[in-house]
């Protein structure tokens, strides 16, 4: 059985940081394009960020540029979020996906979501 797990999310401060972990089992990721995305309460899904399977290329939506950095970790199939100066706007559930090509909505596969929390 294939499975995106998170882990890392929780309450925070303005200002604050968290580190979103995203661990697959089930098959091996490496030759998947991996990333986030989020969808806070009354809204669409929307993307965050995406790494390529090499590592090389990322892609960050524009409102987290510059505050949040995407990694992986080819040999523990796992996907990672470094997220500081954290803003109330940025209260949403996360998601992990994984597709074969360009991340979008329509990805291949998908965690279950952790929650993302930030006080004003």
């Known amino acids: 059985q294939v499975q995106l797990v998170e882990s890392g999310g929780g309450l925070v401060q303005a200002g604050g940081s968290l580190r979103l972990s995203c661990a697959g089992s089930?098959?091996?990721?490496?030759?998947?394009?991996m990333g986030w995305f989020r969808q806070a309460p009354g809204k669409e899904r929307e993307f965050v960020a995406s790494?390529?399977?090499?590592?090389?290329?990322?892609f960050y939506e524009y409102s987290v540029k510059g505050r949040f950095t995407i990694s992986r970790d080819n040999a523990k199939n796992t996907v990672y979020l470094q997220m500081n100066s954290l803003k109330p706007e940025d209260t949403a559930v996360y998601y992990c996906?994984?597709?074969?090509?360009?991340?979008?909505?329509?990805?291949?596969?998908w965690g279950q979501g952790t929650q993302v929390t930030v006080s004003s």
């Open positions: 790494i390529a399977w090499s590592g090389g290329t990322t």
């Open positions: 996906a994984a597709s074969v090509g360009v991340l979008t909505t329509r990805a291949d596969y």
């Open positions: 089930g098959r091996t990721f490496t030759s998947f394009t």
